[in-house]
Structures are given as structure tokens and as C-alpha cells.
């Protein structure tokens, strides 16, 4: 079995609203996974169910109220102090997030927006490496370089925009990508051309994915994992398979009664 | 990037508002900067009887004490363009270095820059202004400026604050840490850049805001004491009482130009306003 590079323990992330009379929001309850080398999970769940809290204390953007996270061993709050273990997290652990329309400063070209990713690496590289190492990044996800490095985010197309946010995870090529519902945004003609732009990733690089969705079919179709969240909590773990199959908690009944019947009814 | 800065520019020109306002604000710009040079008599030496009416040997006639109301005039716009753009400049760069700062660095940072800038909003600032100035043994159109500039900052600050705490709950903002960049790229690189419209629409407000505090302040008598601005010629003429008196030609030339100067000011920073709050 390959060996686990993140591990989730008893992370807990609660919100305090309220001066005088505070009112608590639980919105990752006590949650455990890990997450091996290689392998691709789905956390499945409805919105306000938790998964993007939880993407972002994987991504130390917001600190857990308890818990830890271990990556490769290292608890990513406790033993990364500097500047440069924390560069050195960000190069083996980044996301893609939901938005494409908001994950770009309107005022910066893509060629900065790339080169801004080299901030993360160690070794010293002049400014033409760089720029064929984004161009071949660019391409790898199907984009026309030439085209849009000059361009501004607004110029470019929803589809377009995700791809160059894919495009950033090529180039600094992390040991595990989190992606943040990354397809919800696309119109459903592009996320098929998108998941299997992870599922390149997975097989060139050995990237680990962290997949979060709130569509249990588009889980199926790239994971080895799910997990499914409600209320802050995983109610069920297992392959595709077994959640399809043999859903044990009502919340993943639900789910899977929620998936469109659309052919069925229209075609039988 | 020039193609797109250009468009605006254009864009910014057929407002009507805008195009006046720039040109009055260039005229009195013009006479501030070349009449001194071309008018070479001095604003401050007696050259004649008190208060002799505009005629050929004095185009604005004389004030109380004999001197040359046109010198006074030409001078008295140059130092008040002077006092506005250093005051402007000072308590702008105050407000988007301290409103940036407190927003990005939040915490106690954020606190401590809160609580001194309710401090100075809920004092009234001319009242700051004053006992500044009263304590202050000599002042120069420098300090007046910079006591204008240090006690202005707190309402723009909040300002740029709260945009940038907008901003920074933007994703990109997430992107970029996770670039590796530092805060300090984070507010040169990703907010300056958005906020700069609204640094134009603050200039000309803050600009016209201290040019007015300066006429202010030297009407309550602890501004300038040493150069000439239109504030002290409207001081001069009001100790001597040339508006019960009917000596117009010392009142009506610096009230219209601070007039005018506001009006063009706050044309522009609103027509700036407009153009980039519509999108």
C-alpha cells in the first residue's frame, strides 16, 4: 500500500458569532481521514456541510479551533513557523478553488498571475525558464499561450480562466492539489474536459487529489474515495461503489435520490 | 495595459463634468504657477495709500496696510495650492498606508489605527487644527500644511479600510497567498491597484478640504503668519472690516477663485467617482 501523506485528525472548526450572547457554529465536527499518495477523494456533502472549511485549514488559510493536520508528518499549524517551511507547504499542498471569475485580480495579466507561482520555489531560475516553463504548463492544460499571457482574467472565458488556474497546479506540480468544487462554475459541456485534466495530473505527477463537490455523480467519476459530510461530520466513508450500492446513512439515500433522473424518465 | 488606460482616459474626458472641472482647475493652476513669475511687484511691502480702488497703476487697487491686491492675489493662489497639495498629499498617504495596513494586518494593529482615527473624527478637526497651530511658535505655509494634512487622514483611512476588507475576501486574494506571496506584496500588488481610482477621487477631495481648512484657520487667526495665501487675504479684509465698508476688490477675487477651485476639485473627484462605481 503507497504510504498516507495528509492526515485529518479530530479537526474541529467552530465560529462564534455574537458579542454578548454568542452563538456557536459547529462547522467541521470532529472529522478524521487520510489521504495516501496518489489517490483521489471526494468529499461529497451539501453547502454549509463543511467541505470548504475544511479545504481551507488543509490549505492553512484558516487556523482550526482543534485538531491537527499532519502533512508528512508535520503538523502543518504547529511545526511550519517560517516563511520557508510555509512556501514549502504551499509548493507540495495548493488548491483550485470554486470561483474562476473571483480567483483572478482583475488588474493582473495571466503571465503575472503565473509568475506569481514562482515565489514558491526554492531554486533561482531567470526570467526565460520561467516563462517556457508557464508556457509549457499552459499547454498542458490546452490552452494557447501565446494567446493569453497578456491577457487580463476579464478577456478570457469562465472555462478558460479554470484551466489557468489548473495550469498553476502543473507548474509548481504539488505532492496534493485541494479543488474546491472547481467544476460548478464550467458549463457542463467543459467539466468533463476539466476532470480528466485531474485525472492527467494524477497519472503524470502522482498528484493526491482532495476533491470536493456537492455532486455525488461527478465523485464517482474521478475518486477512489468518498466521503460524504453533513453537518460538520463524515457520516460514511467508502469506494464508488459501496456508497452506490449500499448507502448505509439516510443523508447519502438522499443524495442519491437527488441525482437527475433524467433519463430515466424520458427514455424508458 | 496602455490600451486599456487610454480608453478610460477618453471615457473620463466626454464626461462633461469633468472636462470643465479640469479646466478651471488648470487656469487657476496656471495663474498660481506663471503669474508670480509675470506680476513682479511683492505681495507683502506697502506701495501705496490703503485702499485705493482697481485703476491703471494697480489693476486690483490696495488692501488695508497699502499693499498691492493683485501681487496678494497671484501669490496668495500659489500658496494655497501649495498648503492644498502637500496637506492632500500627506494625510493620503496616511490614510492608504494606515486604512491598508489595519485591514490586512487586522488584530491589534487594526485596534490601535480604529481607535486614533475615531479619536480624530469625533474631535472636531479645526479645533485640533487650532490648538496645533496656536501651540506652534512660528508657522510657515510648511507647517500649517502639514498640521492641515496630519489631523485629515481619519475618514479616508476608514474608507480605504473597508475596501480593502472587501477585497481581501476576494478568492484571489486566497490565490495569492498560496503563491507565497507576503502582505506587503498582497497590498502593493493586489489592493493599491484597485483602490487607485478612489486615491484619484480622495485627492481632489482632501485637496480641496485643505485648501478651504486653511482659509479656515487663518480666519480664526493662528494660520499662516509669514507667506501669503488667499486665506490670509480674506483674513486681512475681515479684521478691517472691508465687507461693511464696501471695499469689494480685497474680498471678491479669493473668495470666487477658493470657490472655484472646490467647485473644479469636487467636480473632477465625483466625475472620477462616477466613472469607475458604475460597472
Known amino acids: 500500500m503507497s504510504k498516507v501523506i495528509l492526515e485529518v485528525k479530530n479537526l474541529t472548526k467552530v465560529y462564534r458569532i455574537g458579542l454578548i450572547r454568542q452563538k456557536e457554529i459547529v462547522a467541521v465536527n470532529n472529522i478524521n481521514f487520510n489521504v495516501k499518495e496518489g489517490e483521489i477523494i ?63 485580480n482583475p488588474t493582473h495579466t495571466i503571465r503575472f498571475v503565473m509568475l506569481r507561482k514562482f515565489n514558491l520555489f526554492d531554486e533561482e531560475m531567470d526570467y526565460d525558464t520561467k516563462i517556457s516553463m508557464i508556457k509549457e504548463a499552459l499547454k ?13 482574467s476579464f478577456e478570457l472565458s469562465g472555462g478558460m480562466r479554470q484551466r489557468v488556474l489548473i495550469a498553476q497546479i502543473f507548474l509548481i506540480r504539488p ?41 455525488l455523480g461527478l465523485a464517482t467519476y474521478t475518486s477512489d474515495r468518498i466521503l460524504v459530510m453533513y453537518k460538520g461530520k463524515i457520516v460514511e466513508e467508502g469506494t464508488p461503489e459501496e456508497i452506490l450500492n449500499k448507502p448505509s446513512h439516510p443523508y447519502t439515500k438522499k443524495l442519491l435520490e437527488s441525482v437527475p433522473k433524467l433519463y430515466s424518465k424520458w427514455f424508458t | ?86 496637506a492632500s498629499a500627506i494625510s493620503l498617504s496616511l490614510a492608504i498606508f494606515l486604512g491598508t495596513i489595519a485591514a490586512v494586518f487586522g488584530g491589534l494593529v487594526d485596534k490601535i489605527v480604529m481607535t486614533l482615527s475615531e479619536i480624530l473624527l469625533l474631535i472636531p478637526s479645526i479645533l485640533l487644527m487650532m490648538l496645533l497651530a496656536a501651540y506652534l511658535p512660528e508657522r510657515s505655509l510648511w507647517i500649517v500644511a502639514v498640521v492641515i494634512g496630519i489631523t485629515s487622514w481619519a475618514g479616508w483611512c476608514r474608507g480605504f479600510r473597508s475596501r480593502t476588507l472587501s477585497i481581501l475576501s476576494s478568492e484571489f486574494i486566497n490565490l495569492a497567498i498560496l503563491s507565497g506571496a507576503s ?32 482659509v479656515g484657520l487663518t480666519l480664526v487667526g493662528v494660520g499662516m503668519t509669514k507667506d501669503v495665501t488667499l486665506g490670509l487675504m480674506l483674513y486681512v ?36 467617482d462616477e466613472l469607475f462605481s458604475y460597472r
Request: no cysteine; hydrophobic share 45%.
Open chain 1, 140 to 152: 498542458e492544460v490546452g490552452l494557447i499561450p501565446e494567446e493569453i499571457l497578456d491577457k487580463r
Open chain 2, 237 to 272: 479684509a475681515q479684521i478691517y472690516a472691508n465687507i461693511s465698508q464696501g471695499i469689494w476688490w480685497t474680498i471678491v477675487p479669493p473668495s470666487i477663485t477658493v470657490t472655484l477651485i472646490f467647485l473644479s476639485l469636487y467636480m473632477i473627484a465625483t466625475s472620477i
Open chain 1, 42 to 104: 471526494s468529499l461529497v456533502g451539501e453547502s454549509g456541510s463543511g467541505k470548504t472549511t475544511t479545504a481551507r485549514i488543509i490549505l492553512r488559510l484558516l487556523r482550526p479551533t482543534s485538531g491537527n493536520v499532519l502533512f508528512n508528518g508535520k503538523d502543518i499549524w504547529r511545526d511550519i513557523r517560517n516563511r520557508k517551511e510555509l512556501k514549502w507547504y504551499w509548493r507540495n499542498v495548493n488548491g483550485v478553488f470554486q470561483d474562476p471569475y473571483s480567483s483572478f
Open chain 1, 175 to 215: 505532492k496534493l492539489v485541494i479543488a474546491d468544487e472547481p467544476t460548478s462554475m464550467i458549463d457542463a459541456t467543459l467539466r468533463l474536459s476539466l476532470l480528466d485534466l485531474f485525472l492527467k495530473l494524477r497519472d503524470e505527477f502522482k498528484t493526491s487529489q482532495i476533491f470536493i463537490t456537492h455532486d
Open chain 2, 1 to 86: 495595459m496602455i490600451s486599456s488606460i487610454s480608453s478610460t482616459i477618453i471615457r473620463l474626458f466626454r464626461i462633461k463634468k469633468f472636462a470643465i472641472g479640469l479646466l478651471i482647475l488648470l487656469v487657476v493652476l496656471f495663474i498660481g504657477i506663471v503669474g508670480p513669475a509675470i506680476y513682479e511687484v511683492s505681495p507683502t511691502r506697502t506701495i501705496g495709500r490703503r485702499y485705493v480702488p482697481p485703476g491703471e497703476k494697480y489693476p486690483l487697487g490696495t488692501d488695508a496696510l497699502g499693499r498691492d491686491v493683485l501681487a496678494q492675489f497671484l501669490h496668495g493662489i500659489r500658496g494655497s495650492l501649495y498648503v492644498g497639495a502637500i
Open chain 2, 183 to 214: 502582505r506587503l506584496n498582497i497590498i502593493i500588488r493586489d489592493i493599491v491597484p484597485i483602490i487607485a481610482p478612489y486615491v484619484l477621487a480622495a485627492f481632489a477631495m482632501l485637496f480641496s478640504y485643505s485648501i478651504m481648512a486653511e
